[in-house]
């Protein structure tokens, strides 16, 4: 039996021993191991087999099912890239011509998104090449979304950066009055602020944003898309910059 057919029956096997034939079927399918007619193809001598292989090594079918979702999240990605990396509303930092897009959707209320604050810093102020996309996503209080909107509010006087990191920073809840506080220590007009936070853009950006979490099966903060990889969870500084670096190596080797 070769390699191939081996690895043929392997997969079919999720089929007929788990159930999970949409997702290991799919992944086979697509790369031409076998056929859709393969499971009636296959012989008791290779069921027998293909249950003794699976009983010997039962990972098999974990390694096909996180393949099968490794590219169920390209597919979204590639679905969705001009919301994802070139929305119009979009707060860019960084390197805006960087050679990798690092985008987070985040919510100032969200314990571990303050947490990751020091790791996106971090990333800014080492990789002069990373292009940030930051996706306000207030979804855990109404005072979330008070900050949001003076966050991007904050775009139009140019001090996203300083508001969002002062805010993202400040101990306890945030909501509307408490960032306008900040924003006042920070020199912003606050006038102004309030004014550009009801703008009709503020609202399609974050629309947009609600939209295309949903779209990408993101349901918590904070979420990361880098790449053809949608990251959730507070992964930390070397996890993030470790997945950036693979995006940098894998364009290299698409263009030798």
Do not use: W
Request: hydrophobic content about 45%; aromatic content about 6%.
């Amino acid at each position: 039996m070769t390699l191939k057919d081996r690895t043929g029956l392997l997969l079919a096997a999720g089929f007929i021993f788990t159930g999970l034939a949409s997702g290991l079927l799919g992944a086979a399918i697509g790369s031409g191991i076998f056929t859709p007619e393969a499971p009636t193809q296959i012989s008791k001598a290779d069921r027998t087999l293909v249950r003794e292989v699976l009983m010997a090594e039962p990972e098999i079918i974990r390694e096909a099912m996180r393949e099968q979702e490794r590219r169920d999240m390209a597919e979204l990605v590639d679905a969705h890239a001009d919301a994802i990396f070139r929305s119009a509303g979009d707060v860019v930092l960084g390197n805006p011509e960087g050679d990798v897009t690092l985008v987070e959707f985040f919510d100032y209320n969200c314990g571990y998104c303050k947490r990751t604050l020091a790791d996106m810093n971090r990333l800014m102020e080492t990789d002069d090449q990373l292009r940030v996309v930051f996706k306000e996503f207030p979804i855990l209080s109404e005072g979330s979304l008070e900050a949001a909107r003076l966050s991007l509010a904050a775009a139009k006087q140019d001090k996203y950066i300083e508001f969002h990191r002062a805010v993202m920073g400040a101990r306890g809840e945030i909501d509307g009055q408490r960032a306008l506080r900040i924003a006042d220590e920070l020199g912003l007009d606050t006038d102004k602020l309030q004014a550009d936070a009801k703008a009709p853009e503020i609202d399609r950006t974050l629309g947009e944003a609600f939209q295309l979490a949903s779209a990408l099966r993101i349901n918590g903060t904070p979420g990361f898309v880098v790449g053809r990889d949608i990251i959730p969870g507070a992964v930390g500084y070397e996890e993030l910059a470790r997945r950036i670096e693979k995006v940098r190596q894998a364009a290299k080797v698409a263009r030798n």
